[in-house]
């Protein structure tokens, strides 16, 4: 595998009109998960992409798993479970800040939540060459927790690129100090670490970007990071190699699943080799083309599609 992820797929039903969902008549369903949504970005690039994870042997599991399938996610490592159910959550869009987008979970005691270390193949995350994580992961069960943490230690002591993606989700946690101990252990064994400024805040206690790089090495010895800036674009700092791109501007359907879609393009792109700058304007065109439409994963590219989204926006990368 090129990129093998551990995480909780989820359905999502995204509100087809904006405001409050207490007025919403009609939802979307869609196939998503931060982690699901990186092996399919990957998949769309002609990558090999797998994903560990625990589904609920239900309507919902069995839509997912085929729809990761559909894409080319390798489903081999994906445990039906049929005691507990998929964890779904709704997106209220636009409401009260126009432009944004909330969720409201429903996911407690899923399948995935019981995902643990004996659901983790080593052998599969050990020949891979990424492994990837979020902060999701490490807070949905201490079980869930493990079976992160165990992958990781392997595909480290293997050789693998460990990629943790902090995606701290406030809602999840008991309590931030609990993020900042957990994400913290995950960052000591993670090679890159994808983050925004609000978590490098959180986590590293550090304010700015300068800061969130320099806490990063002190602190966890990562001389790769990648720091997510939203509408004002990304700047990452890779082997001493440091990189500023904007973000593309295009009109917002729906905010959520762009940094996965971020990061699943910019792994793909650094893996195919081609450059942090070139790996970083093609993530960020594919998290442009994401958040245009509903759903997390629809609109994710292909080789083609980029350069023609990037041609339109008047140069390609090169
Ligand atoms: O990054 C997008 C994800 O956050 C979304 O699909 C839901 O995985 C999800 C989560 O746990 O919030």
Redesign the pocket.
């Known amino acids: 595998m090129d990129i093998v992820a551990v ?2 797929p ?1 359905v ?1 039903l995204n509100a087809v009109t904006r405001g409050p969902l207490r007025h919403v008549q009609y939802f979307e369903k869609h196939s ?3 982690e699901a ?1 990186v092996c399919v970005a990957a998949a769309r690039l002609g990558m090999r992409s797998g994903l560990i994870t625990r589904l609920g042997n239900d309507e919902f599991g069995l839509f997912i798993r085929d729809w990761l399938r559909g894409e080319g996610v390798d489903v081999s490592r994906v445990v039906m479970d049929g005691e507990h159910p998929t964890g779904i ?1 709704f997106v209220q869009r636009g409401y009260p800040v126009p432009g944004v987008s909330d ?1 409201v ?1 429903y ?1 407690h005691g899923s399948a995935a939540s019981f995902l643990s270390e004996e659901d983790v193949d080593r052998d599969y995350v050990r020949e891979s060459r990424v492994l990837h994580t979020t902060g ?1 992961t490490l807070a949905i069960s201490e079980s869930a927790r493990s079976a992160a943490m165990l992958a990781m230690d392997e595909a480290r002591r293997a050789g693998a690129l460990v990629s943790l993606d902090l ?1 701290i ?1 406030r809602k ?1 946690w008991r309590n931030m100090d609990e993020a900042v101990d957990v994400v913290g252990k995950a960052m000591a064994k993670a090679g890159v670490v994808f983050m925004d400024e609000e978590e490098a805040s959180m986590i590293l206690g550090a304010e700015g970007v300068d800061a969130a790089f320099r806490e990063a090495e002190r602190r966890f010895g990562l001389t790769k990071v990648v720091l997510k800036l939203g509408r004002r674009g990304s700047v990452a700092r890779w082997d001493g190699e440091e990189e500023r791109v904007n973000a593309f501007e295009v009109p917002v359907e729906d905010p ?2 762009a ?2 879609a971020y990061v699943g393009v910019f792994l793909s792109s650094m893996l195919k080799g081609m450059g942090l700058r070139k790996s970083m304007v093609r993530a960020s065109a594919a998290a442009a083309m994401v958040v245009t439409v509903r759903g ?1 994963e629809e609109n994710l590219p292909r080789e083609g599609d980029i350069d023609v989204f990037l041609r339109g926006f008047g140069g390609d990368v090169d």
Request: hydrophobic share 25%.
């Open positions: 995480g909780e989820l999502q998503t998960g931060s949504n959550y969720v979970y996911r999701i995606n989700r999840l959520i699943g940094g996965d997390d």
